[in-house]
């Protein structure tokens, strides 16, 4: 969790072993330039589950929402009573699905608002929400991600039961995408119509909203950079917060900037001569006189050690390989080309030094994976330091008014 009173011996200490920086800035302009893209009516969620993508989760919902964002997302209950201890009074919607009465309670008393997947999910909570009080649910249908949520050919039946029952208000109708992202549209295109349809025989317009009307949302990142008519009342965004984009083919809609790079210091430089194994399994064998960097970081901190002998590291702004068996703590780098490296110079993992670039997107293409599962992967042992100054932010333009915000 990133704090805002820290005493210089205690920012000294974060940043001398190794760190994750948070760009703020660049945080409170992609939040922007998301919104340059929404109409008046189109509110934002901010999607700080998983600890804000290991960006703090309490800081990045601060920040996000100086910027403009109105609402939250996060997956638990305890993420949600994170922000509320933190302060924050915002709307949380919790995406995950909960049943128990401690959840139940829980959600009530920190003013969550939960999702509602299932009718006998919504039958335990009308019996056990408190009766004094009126909570806001937020209805999920499944038109196609095969997850959470009803089918949506039964949302009539669903939403009807909701609104019989006592103690709960629908503050929204919400569904997933199994792929926005994809250039062939057909199944966002069909399931954009199951949702709609599901709406519409519910007697809902998702086109014109009544004031007091259920919120409706079905777009992701990749959604809200497609097409506008997925907007509705509110987009839920998370890997564009945070500056990275959810395929190539999207990266002309707006100019994001990243907002974590990570970074560590070299411990360690000595000279080794050819012939000379590197690290457990001597996965890499010298073939000359080679200038070995230890940098005080690795597989414990995020470092994937599949990456071992496969990526490189910026260092005095120079592109360097990493070599050798990447290990819990720490990994090597061959810095030959750069001979003034010594003891505590700062070696970038991930992030921009001058002209040289190194992306979460780059490390994902090296394992076969994805962005967001790199983003999730630094653990809380580094530090997250927050960097950059946040401009004043205008208010943000009133969406429609809707029941049950609190």
């Given at each position: 969790m990133l704090s805002w009173e820290q005493s210089p011996s205690v920012a000294l200490m974060q940043r001398e072993r190794a760190w994750v920086e948070i760009d703020l800035a660049a945080l409170s302009d992609n939040v922007q330039q998301i919104l340059s893209l929404l109409s008046p009516r189109t509110e934002l969620m901010?999607?700080?589950?998983?600890?804000?993508?290991?960006?703090?989760?309490?800081?990045?919902?601060?920040?996000a929402l100086q910027a403009g964002a109105t609402w939250l997302g996060v997956a638990t209950i305890p993420e949600g009573i994170e922000l509320r201890e933190a302060g924050i009074a915002a709307p949380i919607l919790v995406l995950g699905a909960t049943h128990t009465a401690e959840q139940i309670r829980a959600i009530a008393h920190w003013q969550?608002?939960?999702?509602?997947?299932?009718?006998?999910?919504?039958?335990?909570?009308?019996?056990?929400?408190d009766h004094r009080a009126s909570l806001p649910v937020h209805i999920k249908l499944d038109t196609g991600m095969s997850r959470?949520?009803?089918?949506?050919?039964?949302?009539?039946?669903?939403?009807?039961?909701?609104?019989?029952?006592?103690?709960?208000?629908?503050?929204?109708?919400?569904?997933?995408?199994?792929?926005?992202?994809?250039?062939?549209p057909t199944v966002l295109r069909q399931q954009q119509q199951r949702y709609e349809a599901a709406l519409c025989a519910c007697g809902f317009d998702p086109h014109a909203p009544t004031p007091t009307s259920p919120r409706f949302h079905l777009a992701n990142s990749a959604a809200t950079l497609v097409d506008s008519s997925l907007h509705y009342d509110l987009v839920r965004t998370g890997l564009i917060l945070y500056g990275l984009y959810p395929a190539d083919h999207l990266k002309d809609r707006v100019n994001l900037k990243p907002v974590l790079q990570v970074k560590a210091r070299?411990?360690?430089?000595?000279?080794?001569?050819?012939?000379?194994?590197?690290?457990?399994?001597?996965?890499?064998?010298?073939?000359?006189?080679?200038h070995l960097a230890v940098i005080g970081i690795g597989y414990?901190?995020?470092?994937?050690?599949?990456?071992?002998?496969?990526?490189?590291?910026l260092v005095h702004g120079q592109r360097v390989p990493q070599i050798g068996a990447i290990t819990m703590d720490?990994?090597?780098?061959?810095?030959?080309?750069?001979?003034?490296?010594?003891?505590?110079d700062v070696v970038t993992l991930l992030g921009h030094e001058g002209n040289q670039q190194i992306s979460a997107d780059d490390w994902a293409g090296l394992l076969g994976t994805i962005s967001w599962e790199i983003l999730c992967s630094?653990?809380?042992?580094?530090?997250?330091?927050?960097?950059?100054?946040?401009?004043?932010?205008?208010?943000?333009?009133?969406?429609?008014?809707?029941?049950?915000d609190a």
């Open positions: 901010a999607v700080v589950k998983a600890d804000a993508y290991g960006h703090g989760a309490v800081t990045v919902s601060q920040t969550l608002q939960p999702t509602l997947c299932t009718p006998k999910q919504a039958l335990v909570y009308s019996e056990a929400v959470l949520g009803t089918a949506w050919q039964e949302a009539v039946e669903f939403v009807q039961l909701v609104q019989r029952l006592p103690n709960l208000a629908i503050a929204s109708i919400y569904s997933h995408l199994a792929t926005a992202d994809d250039l062939d070299v411990t360690q430089v000595k000279m080794l001569r050819p012939g000379t194994g590197v690290s457990y399994g001597y996965k890499f064998i010298c073939d000359r006189k080679t414990a901190d995020g470092i994937p050690r599949n990456l071992s002998n496969k990526m490189t590291a720490q990994l090597m780098l061959d810095v030959s080309q750069i001979p003034a490296v010594q003891e505590g630094f653990k809380h042992r580094l530090p997250r330091v927050a960097v950059g100054n946040v401009r004043p932010i205008p208010p943000p333009i009133s969406g429609i008014s809707r029941p049950s």
